[in-house]
């Protein structure tokens, strides 16, 4: 497909588990950012790559969340020792360059509930 | 600590009717202002980006932006029921940063 996609779409877990969320971006796109939302909340910004890098990962809330993009390409975001304050939708989103004209182009987001 | 304050809504508006959603910013060297669509349980969308004083028109959609007042505003004209959704104001310090959203303004428009 041409868009964003990310797997799994839906991930229920217990208390404590591990979990890896994968983001394949758009071809060509060398930004890549993770975002989670809560319901009734705008995204809130995790990790931001440019290329293989990270080029900000101020957002991740504690060393429980780690991020990488070992190609360039392709991202998994991995939450240990899972919290049900994790519980959200993790958004991915790419774009060409940065985020210059600002045009995010984000996937349908991984649901994730912790039980 | 940059923040993005939107009424959360729900905004009801007649169809056909003007919409305007607001939006203020708390940081004074914000460059990049942007408006995206979020349909319930979808992904956001861009509908409209500006980056200077004044007015930019998109069809149906005008963003306005006020930097003295930090503040950004988006109009709908002749607002339809598919425009029903949530939406997103956020913001970008420069251009390699990471937007920062707000929590986003319910519209709900009224056949």
């Known amino acids: 497909g041409a868009g964003v996609s990310q797997t799994p779409s839906n991930k229920v877990t217990e208390k404590g588990k591990y979990v890896e969320l994968r983001c394949d971006p758009i071809?060509?796109?060398?930004?890549l950012y993770w975002y989670r939302q809560s319901l009734g909340q705008g995204p809130e910004f995790l990790i931001y790559?440019?290329?293989?890098?990270?080029?900000?990962d101020s957002g991740l809330p504690n060393d429980r969340f780690f991020a990488v993009r070992p190609e360039g390409s392709v991202s998994t975001l991995k939450i240990q020792r899972t919290e049900r304050g994790d519980s959200a939708v993790y958004l991915c989103?790419?774009?060409?360059?940065?985020?210059?004209?600002?045009?995010?182009?984000f996937g349908e987001g991984s649901r994730l509930t912790v039980l | 600590q940059k923040e993005v304050e939107q009424n959360s809504g729900p905004l009801s508006v007649p169809e056909g009717a003007i919409a305007s959603l607001n939006c203020t910013y708390s940081?004074?060297?914000?460059?990049?202002f942007f408006w995206y669509r979020q349909y319930s349980g979808k992904s956001p969308e861009l509908i409209m980006f500006?980056?200077?004083?004044g007015d930019k028109e998109d069809g149906r959609f005008t963003a306005q932006l006020n930097k003295a007042s930090q503040y950004v505003s988006l109009l709908i004209r002749d607002s339809q029921p598919s425009d029903s959704a949530t939406y997103l104001c956020?913001?970008?310090?420069?251009?390699?940063?990471?937007?920062?959203f707000g929590k986003g303004t319910r519209l709900s428009v009224i056949a």
């Open positions: 071809s060509g796109h060398t930004a």
């Open positions: 790559f440019q290329g293989t890098g990270a080029a900000d």
């Open positions: 956020a913001v970008s310090i420069s251009g390699n940063t990471p937007l920062v």
């Open positions: 989103a790419s774009s060409l360059q940065g985020t210059n004209t600002g045009e995010l182009f």
């Open positions: 940081d004074r060297g914000s460059q990049s």
């Open positions: 500006i980056y200077s004083n």
